[in-house]
């Protein structure tokens, strides 16, 4: 069985011979893991056996990217969105919001005028070489792209956002939706020059460590018609839809299903994402990637982690509808021998 039958099976609640497997190392991870001893010549998805393969294009308004000011630390520089970014060379840490282009509504305009679909938003040739090289090695592919709070953040100052969505929804859901539109466009125009997907992963979060950033009503106000308008035109394509949503999600989850979600990533056990008490709330309805906890990953006694994945993957796979994944990405506290041990541990335990 490879990787395309065995996502397709656990996305469709059905058992394969084992759990599929993918996971999302940090750069500077990768880094780590290459001095102490991971092949240099081999990616690390091909080394560990990942399963999914995303392609994605450029929903920005394509600012110039400029670096304003480097050091051997830090690096500030320009975003495609027009915000400007300091960040850690490495880029292991969410960068700090230095400025961002909306600062009043009359800011919007003339970045909208900017977000329309476009041939050249697509990098073709890497774009068909990772697609053919995916599905000869029998990889599950992804088309990747968002829309919503979590790239609003890059146009406009979190806390401006937030007030903004109470205060005048119907701004906010004319971004989401243009935003939106512009990914259902641009996907459309991958599947007519040849691309096929098997699916589809957009990213959006929506809560932190305690509960939603904002209400499920407030969900329902601005990003309910977006969501739908683009999981339905997946769901006609024959693509389940993933979605990537950091932070505690679960009072929005019933909102998540009735739009048409197929799958919910990455179930921070941090911020209260019981993998558990997920399936056994909503396995029947909704599938679910992730929730293994990376401070158990990186614990010094490896029983920590073993009890984290023998608790939870067996119960988590029953009838299908689990992929394994780290529940954010692997940070650079876990070294190469510990995540060697995870992935040995998941094989074990997620077997059919």
Known sequence: MNSRERVKLALEHKEADRIP???????????RWKREGLPEEIPVGEYFGYEIVGIGFDSTPRFPIKVLEKTEKYIIETTSTGAINKNFRDYSTTPEILERPIKTKKDWPPIKERLYPDYTRVDWVSAFNTYHRARSEGKFITV??????DILQGYIRSDQLLMAMVTD???????ILTLANLNLKMIEMMIEKGLKFDGAFFYNDMGYRNALLFSPETYRQTHREADEMVFSFCHKHNMPVI????GNVKEIIPDLIAVGLDCLQPLEVKAGMDLRELKQKFGDKLSFMGGIDVRAMAHPDPKVIEEEIKSKIPLAKKDGGYIYHSDHSIPKNVSFQQYKRVMELVKKYGEY
Do not use: Q, V
């Not at 497997?21 to 880094?31: F, K």
């Not at 990747?144 to 709070?149: D, F, L, R, S």
């Open 21 to 31: 497997i993918h996971d999302s190392p940090w750069r500077a991870t990768i880094s």
């Open 144 to 149: 990747n792209g968002g829309w919503g709070y």
């Open 169 to 175: 929804p119907e701004w906010i859901k004319e971004m």
């Open 243 to 246: 979605l990537h949503s950091c």
